[in-house]
């Protein structure tokens, strides 16, 4: 299997606190992407961060990237219960034309 | 700000039915996609399409799935016979280019099959 793959599979947080979310890949990629689900909705795109690229910042996310170990980590800071949902990474992979979501990390934002 | 659109968002139809899925990508997007996501399940890639023509497909996209460009903005994936498992959340996304550009997903058409 190709695909980006999460740990934890599920993760449940106080609001405030920062949640960490890990992918790990298996072949080079050109680029990684983090991507939320609200339950039962379309996914939307959070962050790209390219293969020569290590750390990116959006907001209260930060995605760093390590190639050597291939695997990337989504961090949101100051958790707010509205960031409730699965988190999936995307590799898009050198030698495809497709993109491979790991199975996701399910957060719970508590109030 | 642009973004894909799928039609319709819910789709039932019974077994061995033909259906078919509807997306408008994004106005200047070249390349085009079709995933689906079983309930529970992580999101499966199915199909990209560039250039009027199937650039990569996946062991899921069999001889029951097609996809075709009708005109100029409408992208659409037909699944001829439909079995209960392909009930599930199809998704189409659209992308400038690949290797280092972002895909854009529409909401997703949830396809039932009784």
């Known amino acids: 299997s190709q695909q980006g793959e999460e740990d934890p599979q599920a993760l449940s947080i106080q609001e405030g606190e920062n949640a960490t979310m890990n992918c790990s890949y298996k072949?080079?990629?050109?680029?990684l992407q983090w991507y939320r689900q609200n339950s039962g909705r379309g996914l939307v795109h959070l962050i790209l961060?390219?293969?020569?690229?290590r750390e990116k910042h959006s907001g209260r996310l930060r995605v760093t990237l390590d190639t050597s170990k291939k695997s990337s980590s989504l961090l949101i800071t100051a958790s707010r219960a509205a960031d409730t949902a699965s988190y999936f990474c995307?590799?898009?992979?050198?030698?495809?034309?497709?993109?491979?979501f790991g199975a996701g990390t399910r957060l719970t934002v508590k109030p | 700000e642009p973004e894909v659109t799928q039609t319709p968002s819910h789709q039932v139809t019974q077994m061995g039915q033909e259906v078919i899925l509807r997306c408008v990508p994004i106005?200047?997007?070249?390349?085009f996609y079709w995933y689906r996501q079983i309930l529970g399940q992580k999101v499966e890639f199915l199909v990209s399409?560039?250039?009027?023509?199937?650039?990569?497909k996946s062991e899921i996209f069999d001889d029951q799935f097609s996809v075709e460009r009708p005109d100029g903005s409408n992208f659409t994936l037909k699944i001829r016979s439909t079995k209960l498992e392909d009930s599930a959340m199809y998704f189409c996304?659209?992308?400038?280019?690949?290797?280092?550009?972002?895909?854009?997903f529409g909401p997703g058409t949830r396809l039932t099959v009784t």
């Open positions: 996304a659209s992308s400038e280019g690949t290797g280092t550009y972002e895909q854009y």
């Open positions: 072949t080079s990629i050109n680029n």
């Open positions: 961060i390219r293969s020569n690229e």
């Open positions: 995307a590799t898009d992979y050198v030698m495809g034309n497709d993109m491979r």
């Open positions: 106005s200047n997007h070249l390349y």
């Open positions: 399409f560039y250039n009027n023509e199937i650039s990569e």
